[in-house]
């Protein structure tokens, strides 16, 4: 049930977010900060005595440093030491400024869908996958998850057959992956929850048997469009199945008039002395995200999810950073590596 509160939380990302990644701001767990006399939320979770902020004050611009100061202030009081990620470099100039030690954490990669074509050399092995993935049989098709308030009974049933389907596909994929699987439990989307009406599903089924999905998310703000944000696959899907539901998406958007799909966030992809905000760096974060950009593929496959989403030939890529409030402590750098699953 979305509760008044949700709907609001809602309405200030859809007025104020202007990152690919702010509607997972509105997953089930994450909490909101709102202040008395300024405008907005701010999206975080609680990590012991650290409080781990997603994306920048989502508010007006005249606002946005108001109410980062509000927040300072809460955490203060609440004995709350702030780690903000997933912040846009204008995000990161705001929180440099406000004496934020401040870091690049990875990359965001973003298709301009007026642009993309499944022609030319680039996305020549897209092409080949699809095409493998077509021949072993797979289908893919959009489905509807909500019956919405119409209160219509075989709509309501629909829906609950849908949340059956992604529920075995769940299953087997955490089975596969085993019970050390690693993913980005506050970066990434989530399939149910307050958000699941916003949310769309592509699946791809073997016959009658479906084997993979790919949910969106609205994306709002100078960039809007759909957010790639969670992907599940049986390990015996065909090569392509990913694939061919991304290009079905993709294209459907298209048709829509949606005018950008983004691809979401890669932790410690790309990581550039040149991306860093001067003065604002902190060294020992340098130096450990630098070692998992590295040496770090057994813990976090960054170069693998990086690699898929520069096969789709991303128009705009750019950096993406951490912050962290009071300088770096070791249990603040812990959280972080615990947030990201690095560890």
């Known amino acids: 049930m979305i509760t008044a509160e949700d709907k609001e939380i809602y309405d200030a990302l859809r007025e104020h977010a202007d990152h690919p990644s702010a509607f997972l701001a509105y997953n089930q767990a994450t909490l909101h900060f709102r202040a008395d006399r300024v405008p907005g939320t701010v999206a975080y979770r609680r990590s012991g ?66 642009r993309f074509t499944t022609r030319g050399g680039p996305l020549a092995k897209v092409r080949q996958n699809i095409a493998r993935a077509k021949r072993d049989g797979i289908t893919v098709a959009e ?32 089975r596969a992956k085993g019970r050390h699987v690693k993913e980005l ?65 993709l294209q459907r958007f298209q048709e829509e008039g949606a005018a950008w799909l983004h691809l979401g966030h890669t932790p410690f992809a790309g990581l550039e002395a040149d991306n860093e905000v001067p003065g604002a760096a902190s060294p020992a974060v340098t130096r450990v995200t630098g070692l998992i950009a590295r040496h770090g593929k057994a813990v976090y496959p960054a170069s693998t999810q990086e690699a898929f989403k520069r096969k789709w030939a991303p128009h705009v890529i750019e950096p993406e950073y951490v912050a962290f409030a009071g300088g770096v402590s070791f249990p603040a750098l812990w959280n972080l590596l615990r947030l990201t699953r690095a560890i």
């Open 49 to 114: 005595r650290h409080v781990v902020q997603l994306c920048g004050p989502l508010a007006p611009e005249r606002h946005r440093a108001d109410l980062l100061a509000e927040f300072r202030a809460w955490a203060a009081r609440e004995r709350l030491r702030i780690c903000a990620v997933q912040l846009s470099r204008q995000d990161a100039e705001l929180y440099a400024a406000s004496g934020f030690a401040v870091n690049q954490l990875g990359r965001t990669y973003s298709v301009d869908l007026e």
């Open 143 to 174: 489905i509807t998850r909500s019956a919405g308030n119409t209160g219509d009974a075989r709509s309501a049933t629909d829906a609950s057959r849908a949340d059956e389907l992604l529920a075995t596909i769940d299953a087997r994929w955490l």
């Open 185 to 249: 439990d506050f970066m990434i989307g989530e399939r149910t929850g307050r958000g699941t009406e916003h949310r769309r599903i592509f699946v791809a089924s073997l016959g009658d048997r479906p084997v993979a999905y790919i949910s969106y998310s609205p994306a709002f703000g100078s960039r809007p469009g759909w957010l790639y944000d969670l992907t599940r696959r049986d390990p015996d899907a065909p090569v392509g199945t990913i694939e061919l539901i991304n290009v079905t998406a």
